[in-house]
């Protein structure tokens, strides 16, 4: 029997169980079959019945929220916590589901209300301080995200996702030393966590140790080779001084996911940078295949054609950047430089003004 057929046995089983509304338990395992098995919308349906019939418990509407989530239905579910308010108002783990609801349809205002409420109730609860600190940090408060974070670590000093939030907070808000000691942590608790890696790279090439990031994202890749993020950032590191392994690198992101913007881009940049004209204008103008207006793309796809004595095609795009970016002082330059090539002396002068112009 494969695992498909003995998914759909179990579903009939629980089915079958599921004929008391009572049966709480069977009704759970039922729900987690059809999530197991990707039905969201079947898990759902089924809870929602029960949760109509009589008071939510925090069990159900944990995996309720779940199987919305899955799903993309959260929305149903707030009438749920909003009905359910009075019976369960003094538990913190009623906030802090509540809070995720809201976090999840966006209103996060909501969500730091629900979840602030939840660690006034229970203020030992590492998972609350962790859901306030989140929302926090989607609010932009920043300070107040950090504060939450450090009370989830002192409550909980194995909780790796905190780690990795605050890092980011600390990359964010300028302090890569701390970012850094932060997601050290973190992998000091789970080694083979590849975000962890990934934003210890970051942080490292935020500061210039391009060694230690690359390092980093080489052992992200041992851990994950699947891992696009992982490539691409090897490769981006790797540009300045090793073209070579920086071009298998942001290959084969691309590889792994077909269409990568960035990665397009930056194959672009290093065939700009080895000479490889051809290769560029390929790689840039793949880029403007899904982005027609990218300054970035724009601008280095006609400084690719200034260079391979195409001026006509160079003004085109630096043109075009200076109308999406009138203060690019150096698209204005190379914009002169083509039409100098196209003997056009007059628009040249002009171009060559405007960016002196704002140089100044």
Known sequence: MSSEDRTQKRIADLERSVVDPANEVALIELARAYIDGGRHAAAAAKLDDRLSESVSTLGLLELALEAHQRGGTVERILDWFERDEAQLADEAAFWTLRGRAHELVGQLDEARTCHERSVVLDPESAEGYFRLGVTQMRLAAEKDAIHAFERSIELDPDLLKAYINLGLLHEQTGNSRKAIESFRKAISIDPRSVESRLNLGAAYGDLGM????????????????????????LGVSLIEDSPEEAYIALRRALTLEPGHWEANYHLGLLGFKRGQYDAAIRSFQQCLDSRPDSVRALYHLGL???????????????????????????????LGVAHDKKGQYDKARLCYQAADRLKK
């Open 210 to 233: 391009q060694k230690e990031a690359v390092s980093e994202f080489q052992a992200a890749i041992e851990i994950d080779p699947s891992s696009v993020l992982a490539h691409f950032n």
């Open 304 to 334: 690719a054609y200034n260079k391979k004595d195409q001026p006509g095609r160079a003004i085109e795009c630096l043109s075009r950047v200076c109308e999406l970016d009138p203060t690019n002082s150096r698209a204005h330059f190379y």
